[in-house]
């Protein structure tokens, strides 16, 4: 015997009390989908435009400013401090100052005299780095130190600190025990000097490399030779660098 079957299709919308319809599960899917959709579509349109556009002049900016501020630490000391720099006195030839060595400490107290450590560091000094030259003749020794600030402002009232000319408390000598430098303390230190470009302020200070105590006044051609060392180091340590967004140093 066939009995009779009723089936309701389950997309009939059920009654709502006062007469209104309840939307089913399956209908508002169906209206919530296209929605979803094109809510993803624009996303992602906007993702591959700002993941595909070239960066603004204000991110180059950034990124530049950053890679410099950085080259301290990211740089080779050998780079920092080059094997050898050029300069010049009075009327004489070009000449190469030869790198004797680069010292290991980096800490701002122990590149300074005691009595100006306290105004790096409470200032907010990250690093002073130092090596030190010899003259081409061998007679006058010079050390080099990259001290790093924060940022260009401060570096900028720092450089202002050093001594300049005269020898005075400032950057300490540093010596190579077994090297022609190896006398070369702090109370050989004839001539001092100091540049600032970005947030780096170079010093140097200058004496005979055989240890004998400063004379008086400066001795010239100390004096003449400290400043172009400090450039030979700030000028390309400082020198602006072409932004490649796309390689592996550059975040912009």
Do not use: K
């Not at 435009?49 to 990211?74: N, Q």
């Not at 924060?150 to 950057?171: I, K, M, Q, Y």
């Not at 006398?183 to 000097?193: E, Y």
């Amino acid at each position: 015997m066939w009995r009779a079957q009723i089936s309701v299709p389950d997309s009939d919308p059920e009654p709502e009390p006062g007469g209104g319809r309840r939307v089913s599960r399956r209908t508002a899917a169906l209206v919530a989908a296209p929605v979803c959709a094109t809510v993803l579509a624009v996303a992602g349109v906007r993702l591959a435009a700002e993941l595909t556009r070239a960066p603004t002049p204000a991110e180059r900016a950034a990124a530049a400013a950053a890679e410099l501020s950085g080259r301290y630490r990211a740089w080779p000391a050998g780079r920092i401090f080059p094997a050898g720099l050029r300069y010049r006195l009075g009327q004489a030839s070009t000449e190469t100052a030869r790198r004797v060595g680069i010292g290991p400490d980096t800490r701002c107290e122990t590149a300074v005299d005691d009595a100006f450590a306290n105004s790096l560091t409470s200032r907010g000094c990250r690093a002073a780095l130092r090596a030190t030259y010899l003259d081409q003749a061998q007679g006058l020794a010079v050390t080099v130190g990259v001290v790093v600030f924060p940022d260009e402002r401060t570096a900028r009232e720092a450089v202002a600190w050093f001594p300049s000319h005269a020898a005075g408390p400032g950057l300490r000598a540093l010596p190579f025990a077994g090297s022609v430098a190896a006398r070369f303390g702090d109370s050989a230190r004839q001539a001092s000097t100091a540049a600032q470009a970005g947030p780096y302020v170079v010093a140097a200070t200058a004496g005979y490399a055989d240890g004998r105590p400063a004379l008086r006044g400066s001795l010239a051609d100390a004096a003449e030779l400290a400043p172009q060392l400090v450039q030979g180091v700030l000028r390309p340590l400082t020198a602006p660098a072409t932004v490649r967004c796309g390689g592996r140093e550059w975040r912009c």
